[in-house]
């Protein structure tokens, strides 16, 4: 069974992704002098931004949601950053390091941006890491959840609006133990987020009374048809099965988790990019009561969530998602760091960074932690069909 195109042009939307970023680039003004070209105390009038999304590959819709994100914030302030015209230079981060590390060197050994923002693949991002703490420059991620980045190999240069992948996942783990008939089946794309996804569930559940009843890892990008995965889920007796997958990848799964008669009987949990925004406008009814962990949904009942919603609604004519808000949030905190760095280069940058004190985001109050990861709050969803449509529902909070 394979994804359908028409399910592929919902995932995919209005907007192809090269004229979304050609969009941001216009926006965003004229050129001139970076932040750190000013070399000096006088505040240079323009800052160039690097923004490095997928706009090709299997998460290329995840990019075009990060790029209207940001253009939103921009749209919204002027097109200014800390009270400079935000110059916005994208670059292809494909579908991982091979293509995102030299797309990256470009933009700031090239293209003298004076940070990078964006990274959606761990891969990408755990490439990424000595390259910007070696060449002093910040890189402000805003989806990769690479654990290591904010941990192990955490750098002055490298911060996170998103998640880490140990986290989101942890979060879900006891309640699934709690739920569960019998042992739960763990699957997820083979590269480093799915093994950190599974790891950081497993440590929860499994500390919660869970008890595992299979592993399996399927080839990343490659795999369209799940059914032999499948069929060793049914053989292995699983009563609920825990997921990591994001763009075409969760569309085909959960799809195909329904068409292959799962979705009954054996309860389906995930991190919540298994059922978010295109993805689960693809997905349809088939996802009905998917459960799923993160920091995010439209769904949260908050006036600033309402407000933030309602504005993208008008900008692109759908609902924003996750990565929507996690590179919103990036252009905000860069706001307030620009303004606090009025001398330029990375260092005066990444120590603005630390002081911009909480972000009000539509997710909910935020902040860096220590080691320059979000630290935030985490909700169960569950996918409920709502006038039409179906939504993420917020259950509760997961502590
Ligand atoms: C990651 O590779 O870190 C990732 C990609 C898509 C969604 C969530 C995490």
């Not at 994100?69 to 110059?87: I, P, S």
């Not at 950190?196 to 399927?218: C, D, I, L």
């Not at 004519?317 to 905000?332: G, L």
């Not at 709050?377 to 039409?388: A, H, I, N, Q, T």
Request: hydrophobic share 40%.
């Amino acid at each position: 069974m394979i994804v359908p195109s028409a399910d592929l042009r919902a995932l995919r939307r209005s907007t192809p992704a090269a004229a979304l970023m050609a969009a941001v680039l216009v926006l965003s003004g004229c050129a001139g002098s970076s932040l750190d070209q000013s070399g000096g105390t006088q505040p240079s009038a323009t800052v160039k931004i690097g923004l490095l999304v997928p706009l090709s590959g299997v998460y290329a819709p995840l990019g075009e949601d990060m790029g209207n994100g940001f253009k939103l914030y921009l749209d919204q302030h002027g097109g200014k950053l800390g009270g400079r015209t935000a110059e916005v230079v994208s670059a292809d981060e494909g579908e991982g390091p091979q293509t995102g590390v030299p797309a990256a060197q470009k933009l700031v050994t090239q293209d003298q941006a004076a940070v990078v923002v964006g990274v959606v693949n761990s891969a990408t991002a755990l490439g990424l890491r000595d390259f910007f703490h070696e060449s002093k420059k910040p890189l402000l991620v805003a989806n990769a959840g690479a654990n290591d980045i904010t941990g192990a190999r955490k750098s002055e240069y490298v911060w996170r609006t998103s998640f880490a992948n140990g986290k989101v996942s942890a979060a879900l783990g006891s309640a699934v133990a709690k739920e569960a008939k019998g042992g739960v089946y763990l699957i997820a794309a083979d590269y480093a987020a799915g093994r950190e996804m599974v790891a950081g569930f497993r440590k929860t559940f499994e500390a919660a009374g869970g008890k595992v009843a299979g592993e399996k890892y399927t080839p990343f990008g490659k795999t369209q048809d799940f059914q032999p995965f499948l069929s060793a889920i049914r053989g292995s007796g699983a009563k609920a099965v825990y997921s990591f997958y994001a763009g075409a990848e969760a569309v085909s799964f959960v799809k195909q988790y329904q068409q292959f008669g799962l979705a009954g009987g054996t309860p389906l949990y995930g991190t919540g990019f298994l059922t978010e925004g295109g993805v689960l406008d693809a997905q349809g009814e088939a996802a009905v009561g998917v459960k799923t962990s993160l920091h995010y949904s439209t769904e949260l009942d908050t006036p600033r969530n309402k407000e933030f919603v309602a504005a993208y609604r008008k900008a692109y004519d759908e609902a924003p998602t996750v990565y929507a808000v996690q590179a919103y949030d990036a252009a905000a905190v860069l706001d307030k760091a620009i303004a606090g760095a009025p001398g330029g280069g990375g260092a005066e940058l990444v120590k603005a960074l630390g002081g911009v004190g909480p972000v009000d985001s539509p997710r909910g109050q935020w902040s860096f932690d220590a080691d320059h990861d979000a630290q935030q709050k985490y909700y169960l969803r569950e996918v409920r069909s709502s006038g039409g449509t179906v939504v993420n529902a917020v259950l509760s909070e997961l502590s």
